[in-house]
């Protein structure tokens, strides 16, 4: 009996270390996350406005959003169109650069630095910096274009090309920390399946398709479930370069909730599209994660 | 920002102690002051926050200020917090609601409305019955505004009608009349103002004739820079009652398309997101308010000049801007609060911040120092002292911030040229009416 009971005292102690060892970030996450997003759930439920007392309105905000709001779905659009663009941009660079600077050749640590230093800049100060670059007429890429000779539009105000701007601010951004994880996983592959698929023959291509690639999946999954989340949650660089506009053409939801929020002070219904933003990256998320057994081939 | 606050305690903590230990070596200061608070115990320790969206300059003339407060009053501390201007509503709201506000606070007309109207501004009517203090030579339609029931919640400090500064180097270069000369003649109109910035325009070297934009202004435009156009062209906005959207007319249109064609057609004007700025000598004429003149004044590349605003079918349209102190009801140190804002609003202060705001005390309005802060004493009479009468100020709303987010995004529509003006009106008016009933 007490030889039984000893491993299991072990183990209760044990877990309550791990109980204790874990607290603080468990503590963290409920106080400051957990509860206020427990909160902004029952808020959305409320008209709570901070000109006025709130009172519980049931499900009219969500009513409101689905039936009567074409701002909502217009940013709904936008959020997509924003989602759709920057992700193969950005996966798709990150993995060429990181293919490129896996490279033994003199300067890959210098190259490297540059792309990842934007990952580490504060994102306000990088977007304040493209909002000059594409000023009209004084910013530096139009004064470029006029020394060519091509008088250059006006980027921020042209409502077909406010978000391709932004989408490209973006990817350079955030590229550098995608191309540091796929360089990652490239350097762990092993070099004996490049050797004997040389000795078969294989064309470079023919490597990349049939090894490369298929080894980097687990990465490449994480990458893509990263800057999908992220993308859905852009807010900065369109508060800080275009405000929204002009007009709502940069509207993004995460924009429209501080919109609503702390411009309207429409706290309650902002609190219910927060929701259908937190809902929709969940749904994405769950999917994801179920396809994950067809995408990667290899997981260890 | 906990951080902070830690930080703030024990800075407080320890001014505290330090305090309380020279009040025990029966330090004089100390005992003065606890006899004008009238309790008898040593003079607390009292932090004031003060918010403002003014720029550097502005700032340190404040802290200036408050270095010689502090020689009266040893135990207040006063720090200043600096809020962008476009954000300052917004989180002034915020702070509000949570509790957290300054205890002083600059506030622009259009956001009066909304916090004296929720009860969030202390009634600070006992600052004119000190003698001294001289209230009467405030003027009266400037307290407006700030002033409900009979009671006072705040007082006005700047209320600059807006103007144009001009390039004189460039007008002499083309030999042109200036605005100064035409306005003199009774030829200053939109019209003329155009036809000179035609002239002005030079693609080549990057020189525009006329920005009616403020600076940082692209946003705001339609409250902040374009309410005189409107006005000048003998339309409004909204109807005098502020009940109803009154853009969509003839004239209203007008004026909207004279300030498209002046960037799209005849490219007079800067375009949409540009920031070039007076300073760089490639704007010939700039609108702007009277709190530029810091800035203005420290040109040296070129020669300057103010002049008053065209005038349109509607006349000149002038309008006058307007910030007051007030302070805020759920301040722990109203007294304090208002004893200080009573020390920035004194005629001396006052004849201080005369240097970047029109002061709205009539005896340092119409004194010789302030004539000396612009280029020349006769620019500044015409172009500030002489406008006063006729200005207007802008009408301010409780539920302001909805309607600027329909505005802007109205108006943007003439920047993307997506719709014709007729249209822009028509939509907005159906965008903004339900929010003015």
Known sequence: MSKAAAPSKLRRRNAWYGYLFISPMMLGFLIFLAAPIVYAF??????????????????DNYVRLVSGDKQFWHTLGNTLYFSAGLIPLNLGLALALALLLNQKLPGTGVFRTVIFTPVVTSIVVWAIVWKYVFATDAGLLNQILAALGIEGPAWLYDTALVMPVVIVVSVLKKVGMNMVIFLAALQDVPKMYY?????????????????????ITPSLFL?????????????SQIAVMTD??????TYVLVYYIYQLAYKVFDFGYASAVAFVLFFLVLLLTVVQWNLRTRWVHHEQ | MNNRMNKGLGIGLATVLLTGALAGCG????SKESGASGSGAPAKEIKLKFSIWGNDTHKAMYETMIENYRKDHPNVSVEIMTIPSADYQQKLSVLMASKTAPDIVWLMERSIPQFLGAGQLADISGIKDDPNYKFEDLIPSTLELLTKDGKTYGIPFSTPPNMIYYNKTLFAEKGLKTPTELYEEGNWTYDEMAKAAAALTDKSKGVYGVNLIRPNGWTTSWTESLQTLVWAFGADYFSADGKQFALNTPAGIDALQFYSDAMFKSEIHPKPGDQTTFETGKIAMQQDLFSYMGKAKAIADFEWDIAPMPSGAGGQGTTLGYAGYAVTKDSEHVAEATDFVKYLTSPENMAVTSQFFVPSRKSVLESQDFLNQGPSPESVKTAVLDQMAGARVRPAFQNFQQIDEKMKIGFDSIYTKSKPIE???KDLEKEVSPLLK
């Open chain 1, 223 to 235: 990458t893509l479930i990263i800057t999908l989340i992220g993308s859905l949650k852009v807010f």
């Open chain 2, 27 to 30: 330090s004089d200061s100390g």
């Open chain 2, 423 to 425: 249209d822009i009106v």
């Open chain 1, 195 to 215: 050797e004997a698929a040389t000795i078969d023959g294989a064309s470079r291509w023919r490597q990349f398709r049939s090894i490369t690639l298929p080894m």
């Open chain 1, 42 to 59: 029952g808020l959305s439920f409320t008209d709570y406005s901070l000109l006025h007392p709130s009172s519980f309105i049931g499900g």
């Open chain 1, 244 to 249: 929204g506009g002009p007009g709502t053409s």
